[in-house]
């Protein structure tokens, strides 16, 4: 099994984490002691459990606590979950689709009104319930062609969609 990050998985994290969470996922080749991560990365023991925390509130890592019987101090092995941080990714873009889904829908099923003072644009109902009147500077509010917005929309829509089918064929451990 290949201890690394994805590389398309790591891209994702990217837009949704922190570098220094990615730093921490990195670390975790194998399972590790969080002192050790701390050690390797010249950082405080505490900085480095607390970004583990936060790694952990997203189910992307787990641990397991054992108590020194000598010193009675718990200690934890970290270990990242690559079925979870696959899961994670394929949620985002999923979720990232279905936002794109509801926008395309808006701007396909609404003939838009626009005013030149703005960038702005409405749909009929709106430009209706204003006299076709622009807000702004009384101008009058004229047809607007949204085919631009709607292409620019569906070219992230099959951005997201091939990048989505990339990572389902990903075969990752647990
Ligand atoms: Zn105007």
């Known amino acids: 099994m290949n201890n ?9 994290l990217e837009e949704t984490i922190s570098a220094k969470h990615i730093i921490i996922l990195e ?3 194998e399972p590790r002691y969080d002192e050790d991560i701390a050690e390797e990365l010249s950082e ?8 583990l925390n936060e790694v952990h509130d997203k189910n992307l890592v787990q641990y397991a606590r054992t108590k020194n019987p000598k010193t009675g101090w ?10 979870k941080i696959l899961e994670y990714s394929q ?5 990232k689709i279905s936002k794109i889904n509801e926008k395309l ?10 005013c030149p003072c703005s960038e702005e644009y409405f749909p009929l109902t709106y430009a209706m319930e204003h006299n076709f009147q622009c807000k702004k500077c009384n101008g ?5 062609d949204n085919s631009d917005i709607i292409q620019d929309l569906e070219k992230d829509k ?5 990048e989505l089918n990339k990572i389902n064929k990903l075969k990752v451990g647990s």
């Open 4 to 12: 690394g990050l994805d590389k398309k998985l790591k891209k994702i």
């Open 27 to 29: 670390q975790l080749r």
């Open 44 to 51: 405080k023991a505490v900085t480095i459990r607390k970004l």
């Open 74 to 83: 718990y200690t934890y092995v970290w270990e990242r979950r690559n079925d």
């Open 91 to 95: 949620n985002y873009l999923t979720d």
């Open 105 to 114: 829908d808006y701007e396909a099923n609404n003939l838009m009104f626009a």
């Open 140 to 144: 009058n509010l004229i047809e607007f």
């Open 158 to 162: 099959s951005e997201f969609v091939a």
